[in-house]
């Protein structure tokens, strides 16, 4: 019997707006306030730092996923440095893990914006919110990923509309470099930058999800290199743009103690438009959940392909093409962990995790490229420097986590 593969459906414009919508979404809006708090008016540097930290990271990722472009991706990559198959499948059930539980964690801060609106009760909100989301994944990832790419289009248009609406704030800037000394009369907030920077990195985290889609996209070899790239340059752009007339606009403190800084930025241009803010507040929350769910189930499905999940996890539906089994359990965790865990300490875990994996990747990477694995055919490759600075950079960071 022919073996049903995914579906090769999407283009190098699809994913780098699929990629964008991974990262530009809750963690900005949810988070913005609070980096500021912690950087006051250097939180466009926070911004920026962990904007670097993601810019060398991708290139580790980019070259890893041109080598081997496959579902479960950061399995395959450890595989291949290692060689050790019980490492490669603790990888890939870290990083669903880190998927379901950033999943769970979304929808509920959705729901607790929704609320904010109306009054649903919060289990039956999310029940019928994740049901919804497993639903549109199962369908078909075309559908997945112009449901992504229908809301990043709004979650961007929104943080645009505030560089628009404000942004006449954003000729203070020539005065706040001349009067540094007023901005930051007791002393430069190196401290508040790198705590600022350690949290701003979870609103880039989401790039690395694109390698899980490697198995559906034309022309993979380079089409995933170059959309990786690019949806973390633009979101760095994006995002120092935004954090700055924001913190020109509102005193910095004000944005910390703010549950929607993005509303706040807006309150005087009336009630139509700051409730237009909390529900693509919401939408930015349902955006990043749904993204999650997908990637989740296509790790899985890699996982289950490798023969390191049951193999029921690797059937893709005839109809659909989708792995409906992976997607059926990932979206099962997802509810799980929303209706009955706390939620908080597992995503700070997370983003710890993260870290942790990404300095993994790049340890791997060194360790291809230093051995001379041969490079497949039309493969992308960079210099060797570049996963030795990603990895000093995760370390660095980690380690602040950990003493500072």
């Not at 942004?167 to 930051?184: A, C, K, W």
């Not at 790039?207 to 959309?227: G, H, I, R, Y």
């Not at 800084?261 to 507040?281: K, Q």
């Amino acid at each position: 019997m022919r073996e049903i593969k995914l579906k090769r459906a999407i283009s190098l414009p699809v994913l780098f707006l699929y990629g964008l919508g991974t990262m530009v979404g809750g963690g900005f809006y949810a988070l913005s306030g609070k980096v500021a708090g912690m950087a006051g008016m250097a939180a466009p540097l926070a911004f920026l730092l962990a904007g670097l930290l993601a810019f060398l990271n991708v290139f580790t990722f980019a070259e890893l996923s041109s080598r081997y472009p496959v579902s479960a991706g950061e399995a395959k990559y450890v595989h291949e440095a290692f060689k050790r198959p019980w490492f490669s499948g603790l990888i890939g059930w870290l990083v669903i893990f880190t998927g379901v539980v950033s999943a769970a964690t979304l929808s509920v801060a959705t729901i607790t914006f929704l609320q904010d609106l109306l009054t649903v009760p919060q289990s039956l909100g999310l029940i019928v919110l994740i049901v919804l989301m497993g639903l549109i994944s199962a369908w078909g990832v075309g559908e997945s990923v112009k449901a992504v790419i229908v809301i990043t289009v709004l979650e961007v248009g929104a943080l645009f509309y505030i560089l628009f609406s404000k942004g006449e704030n954003l000729s203070q800037i020539p005065d706040l470099l001349v009067d540094l000394e007023t901005h930051f009369s007791n002393g430069f907030p190196l401290f508040g930058i790198a705590s600022g920077a350690f949290l701003a990195f979870y609103a880039f985290v989401g790039f690395e999800d694109m390698v899980n889609m490697a198995e559906e996209v034309k022309k993979v070899k380079t089409s995933l290199p170059k959309a990786m790239i690019w949806a973390v340059v633009g979101t760095t752009l994006l995002y120092v743009l935004v954090i700055t007339t924001m913190v020109l606009t509102v005193a910095p403190a004000e944005l910390a103690t703010a549950n929607a800084p993005l509303a706040r930025i807006i309150e005087s241009d009336g009630l139509m438009v700051t409730n237009f803010f909390i529900i693509i507040s919401m939408l930015t929350g349902i955006n990043g959940a749904l993204v999650q769910i997908v990637m989740s189930s296509r790790v899985l499905y890699g996982l289950g392909k490798e023969k390191k999940a049951p193999k029921r996890f690797a059937k893709v539906h005839p109809r659909t093409k989708t792995p409906i089994q992976a997607t059926v359990l990932a979206t099962a965790i997802v509810l799980a962990l929303a209706l009955f865990f706390p939620l908080v300490g597992l995503a700070e875990a997370t983003s710890f995790i993260i870290l942790t994996v990404f300095s993994i990747l790049n340890i791997a990477l060194i360790t291809i490229k230093t051995r001379g694995d041969d490079v497949p055919t039309n493969s992308k490759t960079y210099p060797i420097w570049l996963p030795y600075l990603a990895l000093i950079g995760c370390l660095g960071i980690l380690t602040f986590r950990i003493f500072g």
